[in-house]
């Protein structure tokens, strides 16, 4: 076992962002209304910032278009969102109607220099970059860039985070690395959802969506009051559609949706300074392959020559597949867990806070890598999860000075078991023999970490905050690989081994200034520090294979304005600029196999170099006084990404700095407008629309043919443009609702993500976003 030091690393800067939701025109008598309505904050959600409501500190509430003040827990304590010295987007329930989200996918957009997708191959995956910064890898051993987090609880792995939006208070989008607050695998961000907590009143929900390709979308929630100082609630939804893409060979479909989720909360006061939430929930995904389009011929193995002749990087798509015909057509998630979160104010300035947690995640996938009817590239992953994690928590807050600390423990252990069927791979010179490779591995996280973060108004409007991380992390590997064949001299005599551990010590510290200049106008800098964890390569079939990479680190450098103008405009303006070093890659190659001398695929991970990133972002909303129920909101985001170093001996010169980093697009922006006409008695009716651009980007961190600069044109997306409407009457009360939804109106068709695994016989495969659907949507609210 060896032990690491790690200087000063990852960077979580954070600085300049602001409210995507609607936002009505600045009124106190509103402001004050939300805010008494809010009342006492659930157990869910640390205290309140002497700031979350607007003080001669901070600039005035943050109001959406419902009236309620926009408070965010970013920095790990209740604030305005408009006072918080971080680059953070929220979005309230009506927020994420308006925007048409269903699942984090929908947050693309709407939030600037956010690149997140469905996960290639699979539909409980998603792959999240922010800044040009993520991990799309959904192996066990590959940890997240982006962290996201459920009523402040940590979900470990990139499987089992397409979630469904339901019964939401808002969620958060914190753009940056937040190493110091948030941890562990930040380094681009997080994204955090936060429950509607059950209150002292009823409160009732029930929508129904039917729409193309037989959509189905049931989802309800009730909650309400059972006895004094306790609450329960419940919320339960069940989402359907037909497959996108047919395969009619062997007349069946792929890239369909069938998801039930369920949650229950118990929602305590026994006295009026201590609350306690207990929430436990359960989410099914049964869905079909999730299959992409190959990019060029496979090969084979040994001997080359073409094993299936395919266009080379076809420059359209018809939403057609093919698969292996004995492969199931099937994708299969079991995720369910429980967390206890309780608080108790001490004082009036001190409030101590627990959160418990324990999570498991069983998943049971097959993927048809090469998306073709041969079986080259063809395996099943299972997983089973489980986490749990204490966290203990202080907040103090009185006067000038605003403080929390905490202690953070996570057991994780995943163990997975893998099989991989390549029949048609090794090819004729071999007499086409059978190919089995079976891997079981065992992997045990242990992370341990402390953590403080003060603010202090030096002179009035002036604020210093300071905090760091130390985390201390320890991981034990053990797998195995065994190989089967019709070609005797491959079948495995021993399972190769591959058994190991480390443990990586870090520091994250944090330091930010802002000043408030005037009553509606902010200024902040940031410079900040995060990690995403070590590991150990989990393809390795050899011992060349057989890796360890150390953490990735990145330095933060951040600063922006927010204000409020008059005439109802709201602009937050923010550059940022990102040192990310010692990043982890995949590397692939061909080697010789030891034992036959046959040519062999080598997979390995290595922190291959450095990355540079840097941009800025700009959100803005406008609602004229005089024309109310209009409003105008954009997000517009630039990002220059490059590669300072990244080694690799394959290509010349030993470099590949050349290549265009991943997911990283120069320009994502952002248009949104809304009219709500007032009917009177006869209700109101709303006409919204958005247009989303992404400019062009790389599917793939491979993506030029080995040992050349020629680039994979398959392996880009081109700039495109996505056009969204939707038309909703409302009741005067607003309690029964009807809605018609489109998204994708002009029905583009455009890639999200890609593989590439050109070692083992050739394969490259993207996939593709949803077609055009139309939809319709009643609702009722009590």
Do not use: C
């Amino acid at each position: 076992m060896k032990t690491h030091k790690l200087k000063l690393s990852s960077a979580a800067i954070a600085l300049a962002a602001f409210a995507t939701p609607a936002f009505a025109a600045d009124d106190a008598a509103t402001a004050a209304a939300a805010a008494t309505q809010a009342g006492t904050p659930p157990a869910n959600e640390p205290p309140a910032s002497t700031a979350a409501g607007g003080t001669a500190q901070g600039q005035g509430p943050a109001v959406d278009a419902n009236g309620e003040v926009i408070t965010v827990t970013a920095r790990r304590t209740q604030e305005n969102l408009q006072n918080v010295p971080a680059s953070v987007s929220a979005f309230s329930e009506r927020s994420l109607e308006r925007i048409q989200a269903q699942d984090p996918t929908g947050l693309a957009g709407a939030v600037p220099n956010l690149n997140i997708v469905q996960g290639r191959g699979s539909s409980n995956a998603t792959n999240i970059y922010i800044r040009g910064i993520g991990q799309p890898d959904a192996l066990q051993t590959f940890d997240p860039a982006v962290g996201v987090y459920v009523d402040g609880v940590y979900y470990s792995r990139i499987r089992g985070t397409q979630l469904d939006l339901l019964d939401l208070q808002r969620v958060e989008v914190l753009r940056g690395p937040q190493g110091t607050l948030y941890g562990k695998n930040t380094i681009g961000g997080a994204l955090s959802f936060v429950s509607r907590r059950p209150g002292d009143s009823f409160r009732a929900d029930l929508s129904l969506t039917y729409g193309s390709y037989n959509e189905f979308d049931v989802r309800g929630a009730v909650s309400g009051p059972v006895a004094n100082g306790v609450s329960i609630g419940i919320a339960a939804m069940h989402a359907q559609h037909d497959d996108y893409v047919q395969d009619a060979v062997l007349d069946r479909g792929y890239n369909n949706k069938n998801t039930e989720a369920i949650r229950g909360t118990i929602a305590l006061t026994p006295a009026s300074n201590v609350r306690i939430d207990i929430s436990g929930d359960y989410s099914r995904d049964d869905a079909h392959l999730n299959v992409g389009q190959p990019l060029n011929s496979l090969t084979y193995l040994v001997g080359g020559g073409v094993a299936l002749a395919l266009p080379s990087n076809p420059t359209s798509y018809d939403f057609t597949g093919r698969t292996t015909p004995t492969l199931p057509n099937s994708t299969r998630l079991r995720h369910y867990g429980g967390s206890v979160n309780a608080s108790v104010d001490l004082t009036d300035a001190l409030t101590l806070r627990s959160i418990t947690a324990y999570r498991e995640l069983h998943t049971r996938d097959y993927v048809d890598i090469d998306a073709t009817q041969l079986q080259v590239g063809d395996v099943f992953v299972g997983v089973d999860q489980n986490q749990f994690s204490q966290e203990l928590q202080g907040n103090y807050n009185a006067g000038p000075v605003q403080a929390v600390a905490g202690l953070y423990y996570l057991r994780e252990h995943i163990i997975s078991h893998q099989e991989a069927y390549a029949n048609n791979l090794l090819g004729p010179l071999l007499g086409n023999p059978t190919f089995l490779r079976t891997i079981d591995d065992d992997l045990v996280t242990k992370s341990y970490a402390a953590y403080a973060n003060v603010s202090v108004e030096l002179v009035p409007h002036l604020r210093l905050s300071a905090g760091g991380r130390y985390t201390s992390e320890r991981k034990d590997y053990f797998r195995t690989t065994s190989t089967f064949s019709s070609f005797a001299p491959l079948t495995s005599a021993a399972p190769f081994v591959f058994d190991t551990s480390d443990t990586w010590h870090n520091f994250s510290p944090m330091g930010s200034i802002d000043y408030t200049f005037s009553p509606n106008a902010m200024i902040y800098a940031r410079v900040a520090q995060g990690f995403q964890s070590g590991g150990f390569n989990g393809r390795a079939n050899s011992v060349a294979e057989r890796t360890e990479y150390q953490p990735e680190k990145v330095t933060s450098y951040e600063a922006g304005v927010r204000s409020t103008i008059a005439g109802g405009v709201r602009l937050n303006v923010t550059g940022f600029y990102n040192d990310y070093r010692d990043f982890q890659a995949r590397v692939a190659g061909t080697g010789t196999d030891a034992v036959t001398g046959l040519p062999s695929p080598v997979l390995s991970v290595i922190n291959a170099g450095k990355l540079t990133t840097y941009g800025f972002e700009v959100e803005a909303s406008w609602t004229p006084p005089s024309v109310p129920g209009l409003m105008f909101d954009t997000q517009i985001g630039y990002l220059h990404a490059r590669y300072d170093v990244f080694n690799d001996t394959r290509f010349p010169g030993g470099s590949r700095a050349f290549q265009t980093p991943a997911f990283s697009p120069k320009w994502t922006w952002r248009v949104g407008a809304q009219y709500e006409s007032n009917l009177g008695s006869d209700g109101f009716l709303t006409l919204g629309g958005q247009m989303r651009y992404h400019s062009q980007s790389a599917l793939a961190v491979d993506n030029t043919i080995i040992g050349t600069t020629t680039r994979i044109d398959g392996l880009f997306q081109n700039g495109y443009a996505l056009v969204d409407m939707r038309l909703v009457y409302e009741t005067h009360d607003r309690r029964y609702s009807l809605g018609f939804y489109v998204n994708n109106l002009f029905d583009r068709v455009y890639k999200t993500d890609g593989q590439e695994f050109s070692s083992i016989g050739s394969i490259r495969t993207v996939y593709y976003g949803a077609p055009r659907t139309f939809m319709v949507r009643a609702g009722v609210h009590f």
